[in-house]
């Protein structure tokens, strides 16, 4: 069975940074790209970034490309979310996905549980 396990989640002040994990288990997932969406309370699920599965090519969304960083390792079959420069709006569950590359929810097959990032001002 296909398992995401995020963490890295946290309570950190304005300004501060996080990491994020997510560690895939049951196949690999070297030929698939990985990526990361969030949602905050009554929103939808927002898209963060994205990375390929050979780590060559990675897209971000507008608001998160000069302060966050994806990358990921196929040896662990891990992917990675670097945070900084954190906001309170950037206050969301955050989950991770294995599927194709791109930012739609539709593309991703299989998702984590999500970890809960909290940014106080």
């Known amino acids: 069975q296909v398992q995401l396990v995020e963490s890295g989640g946290g309570l950190v002040q304005a300004g501060g940074s996080l990491r994020l994990s997510c560690a895939a288990s049951?196949?690999?997932?070297?030929?698939?790209?990985m990526g990361w969406f969030r949602q905050a309370p009554g929103k939808e699920r927002e898209f963060v970034a994205t990375?390929?599965?050979?780590?060559?090519?990675?897209y971000y969304a507008d608001s998160m490309k000069d302060r966050f960083t994806i990358s990921r390792d196929n040896a662990k079959n891990t992917v990675y979310l670097q945070m900084n420069s954190l906001k309170p709006e950037d206050t969301a569950a955050y989950y991770c996905?294995?599927?194709?590359?791109?930012?739609?929810?539709?593309?991703?097959?299989?998702w984590g549980q999500g970890t809960q990032v909290t940014v106080s001002s």
């Open positions: 990375i390929s599965w050979g780590g060559g090519m990675r």
């Open positions: 996905a294995v599927g194709g590359f791109g930012g739609t929810p539709e593309l991703y097959n299989y």
């Open positions: 049951g196949r690999t997932f070297k030929n698939y790209a």
